[in-house]
């Protein structure tokens, strides 16, 4: 438990820090919250679960170009295979966002380079299992502008490493400030 305290913690530093740092570049910082669909595949076999999780994240603009953003989500359902309940505990990272603006800025196109930590749960037979991986991650996404409703679109590879991978889609809502 305290590390997850300390993991929390570092995370939040780390999320002010490049927001702080991108503020002092560019000026513009953005936060956003975003549900999601992750999907979780065992290679060599045919196990793959299907989670629903709930994302935060926090970021700066680099340049009009570029934003650094770190994010943070939970689990809010997971799936039973075989007997076995999975559940996502936690998936933390930080990210490098390149992108272009198009139509005066209300769709941004982009892709998502970082790292992805993600902690799983897996339960069942009186058994309970929790193991976490960290891999390179790769996304593509949009934020787009309708009227005045700020919309996130995404696909993710979080993680592939070790025959576990975990991606999936997320749609939500970026605000600037």
Known sequence: MKTMKYLATAMMIGMFSVTAFAEGIHGNRYAGLSVGLMEGE?????????????????????NEYLAAEGRLGLGITGDTVQGVDVDLNYLVGAYVRAGVPLSNNMVFPYVLLGFTKIEAEASGFGVTVDDDETDASLGLGVDLQLGKLPIALEYVEYVDKNK?????FTVGLKFDF
């Open 164 to 168: 576990v991978s975990f991606s999936g």
């Open 42 to 62: 065992v290679s060599g076999s045919t196990v793959d679960v299907d989670i629903n999780h709930l994302e935060g994240r926090i970021g700066g603009y680099i």
